[in-house]
């Protein structure tokens, strides 16, 4: 039984960590077994979880990245600073792909269609600004 007591898994807040558990020595090898791979089960479970959070919480953070690179462009435009107007809507280009590839990974299906609303309507701005400065460029021409 003392082997089978050192697969128990406690989580602390940092780390896992294996030790003997009490109520280990009055357990069965198996019924020590199915509790270990429980505990592994869970603490995936929990990884997920949080995976799934920090990946929306980057998809949000990108999305109003591209909303705070549009208003410069737009900004830049109006003042005539094409170059500045550009480098961000290809910031926001690059950006929007990069939403597009995570996408697909957001499990909660209500998030993953309010993340792509929201690219949606940054996508029609986009393109605004993209008219903007093409017609920009035949007026210079």
């Known amino acids: ?3 089978c007591a050192d ?3 406690s989580q602390n807040e940092h780390q896992s960590q294996f030790f003997v558990h009490p109520e280990v020595y009055s357990q ?3 019924q020590c077994i199915e509790r270990f791979v429980y505990l592994l089960a869970k603490q995936a479970a929990d990884a997920l979880a949080v995976a799934q959070t920090r990946r929306c919480q980057f998809l949000e953070a990108e999305l ?3 909303w705070t690179a549009l208003d410069i462009g737009g900004s830049e435009m109006r003042d005539g600073r094409r170059e500045i107007t550009e480098r961000e809507i290809l910031s926001v280009q690059k950006a929007s792909g990069t939403i ?3 996408l697909p990974e957001v499990a909660n299906p209500a998030k993953r269609q309010q993340l792509t609303a929201e690219l949606n309507r940054v996508k029609a701005a986009l393109q ?3 008219l903007e400065f093409s017609c920009e460029d035949h007026m210079t021409d």
């Open 100 to 102: 597009l590839h995570f």
């Open 128 to 130: 605004a600004l993209e």
């Open 1 to 3: 039984m003392r082997a």
């Open 28 to 30: 069965t090898r198996q």
């Open 7 to 9: 697969l128990f898994l």
């Open 64 to 66: 109003k990245l591209c």
